[in-house]
């Protein structure tokens, strides 16, 4: 099943993969940081059905992540 995190398991199984941890950092925060480094600060982030209120909890309006 595509999307499910099923391959993911059992880092994605109670979060989307965007947030499971790598190196104790959600994976999303690495692609944030990378992007504000490059001076990009206006970022759009496309969230479907899948847990959309962890990710948009997490990363709130990016202030905290200077974006």
Do not use: C, S, W
């Not at 994605?12 to 690495?30: D, G, S």
């Not at 692609?31 to 490059?38: C, H, P, S």
């Not at 709130?60 to 974006?67: A, E, I, R, S």
């Amino acid at each position: 099943m595509r999307g499910l995190g099923i391959r993911f398991r059992p880092l994605a199984h109670n979060r989307p993969e965007h947030l499971a941890p790598i190196a104790n950092k959600p994976n999303i925060q690495y692609f944030g940081e990378d992007l504000r480094e490059a001076r990009i600060i206006d970022i759009g982030i496309i969230l479907l059905d899948l847990m959309p209120d962890k990710v948009l909890e997490f990363l709130g309006d990016g202030p905290t992540f200077g974006v």
